[in-house]
């Protein structure tokens, strides 16, 4: 079975660093771009299995890209996770994404969010 595939976009290299090194412990092939137009250049040829999003990046903003998912059809199956530091910001953004994070995010919390996304486990319930 192909490894799903986790698409990071995250401006914070020790941030993306961290995310992207979590999705690889939960068992998946990550791809991790670090602003907004690397993002969409990516979504435009790719379908990834979940998606973590920052909302604050340089040149498209996260709420853009959010929004470009929600209304491609080929996105139906991706699971999308928004990053954040403010929490109440993000409360908008509730019928784009499956879940909000608000940043700093404990790797075990993470991990434990990763693994139980991944499609594998489905299987072993």
């Known amino acids: 079975m192909e490894k799903p595939t986790a698409l990071i976009i995250e401006d ?9 090194t979590t999705f690889e412990d939960a068992g998946y092939m990550v791809m991790a771009v670090h602003d907004g137009e690397r993002a969409m250049s990516y979504l435009s040829e790719s379908v990834p299995t979940i998606i973590l ?8 903003s996260g709420e853009l890209i959010l929004s470009y998912i929600r209304n491609q059809t080929k ?42 996304l991944h499609p594998s486990f489905e299987s072993k319930m």
């Open 75 to 116: 996105f139906a199956d991706t699971r999308v996770l928004a990053a954040s530091v403010e929490g109440t910001r993000v409360n908008y953004l509730q019928n784009q994404v499956d879940l909000v994070l608000t940043k700093p995010v404990s790797y075990k919390q993470l991990l434990t969010l990763a693994e139980r």
């Open 12 to 20: 914070d290299q020790m941030l993306a660093t961290f995310f992207a």
């Open 53 to 60: 999003c920052d909302l604050q990046l340089p040149d498209v």
